[in-house]
Structure formats: C-alpha cells, structure tokens
C-alpha cells in the first residue's frame, strides 16, 4: 500500500471536466506523487470510473477523494473522506460519512480510508457554499483546527482548501506550526511555480488543480519545484 506521508506533490483532476490523452500522460510521467481524483459539482460514477481507467495506466498512486456516495467505485489505490472541520452543518462533519458506513461498512478495507479534516477558506468557493463552511477565520482560528485535528480527533491529514484562490501563507504557516504528526495538505490558486514553491515552505503536500486545464506547462514545472522545497523550510 502506499504511504501518503511521503507525498509531496499532489495533481487533482476533476472529473467534470475535459481532458485530452497527451495532457493526462504528462500529468501521470510528471514526477507527481500521486493522482487524486475528486471535485464538487457534476460527479457521477460514469466519469469518475471513466477517469480513473485513464490513469490507471500508469504506475503511481491513484486516490479518490470522495464528494458523493454515489460516486464511490472500487479501485482506487486510497480513498480520501473529507470531514469540514468549519463547516456549521453536521451533515459535512459526520452526517453523510454516517449515511456512508452505515450502507458501505459491511465491505468497506479501512486501510484504504483516509480521514481529511478539512478547512475551508474561500467563502466564493462551490465548496463553501456547498458545506456552508465558516471561512472568516484569522490565523489563530486555524491553528486551533490544526490542534483539534491533531490532538482531539486524531486526523491523519488536515487539508487547507482555498479552492480557485491563493491563499495566505502565514495561515498555513500558523497551521503548520501546530502539528507534529497530522500532516499538512494544501490546495488552492496554485498557478504557478512561485506560489507552488511559497507554500511548500509550510505544508507538508501541495495539491495542484485548475492550472492543469489552464496552463498545463506551468502545472508540470511545479513537480520538481515542490519536491526541492518541501521541508526546507
């Protein structure tokens, strides 16, 4: 199995949106530690298994982060279960993860099951409009999560979302500074290989999207840029 605390470069492809052979190629031969599958609107199972056919083809891990139930397809080397941590409907924290287990648990490997704890930071985002997620949080605010995630619930990954955004450093840094074993993921406005670099001083993994269906070129150069610079810090 492998071991996402080795991680430190992430590309997240949507599968609501288009993307053509050749760019999906150099997405998986990039260097990348792994491929996560995962988005918010239009999610079926038809493209996420139409997705996840494409990447297989290639040998580095592929994740689905899960957003709906009925999206969930074996297959996936892990899968990712996102919990908002700001969220102020329990649906988002536990709600929907309940209704999951209590349907799937029966055939369910826990040692695919990732817990994200999520933090949500982009209140224009589908996501936290989606989650009803409280995203008017200061740098203290997200510390706290990071301590709750660590030290009360246990959470192997706290995932600091700003979806479609870049997002300020000096949270992640404050969120960064208050773990010791959760690790760190970062998502968010990642469009070049400067702000790849910027918050790779402080998260343990950066996650890479939308720049793929925008400037793929500029996506692929974030790899090694990443690589060299997480843990430098």
Known sequence: MYDFREWKHIFKLDPNKEIKDEALEQICESGTDAIMIGGTDGVTLEKVI?????VRRYPLPCVLEISTIDSITPGFDLYFIPSVLNSSSRDWILGQHH???KEFGHWINWQEM???GYCILNENSKVAQLTNAMTKLDAEDVAAYAQMAEKMF?????????????GNPEIVKSAKNHLENTILFYGG???????ACEMANYADVVVVGNVIYENISEALKTVQAVKATVGND
Do not use: C
Request: charged share 15%; aromatic share 10%; glycine share 6%.
């Open 154 to 166: 246990h959470l192997p990954i706290l995932y600091i979302e700003y979806s479609g955004t870049y």
């Open 99 to 101: 209704l999951a287990v």
């Open 50 to 54: 139409n997705l996840m056919a494409r």
């Open 189 to 195: 406005g990642i469009d070049s290989v400067a702000k």
């Open 114 to 116: 990732i817990v994200e």
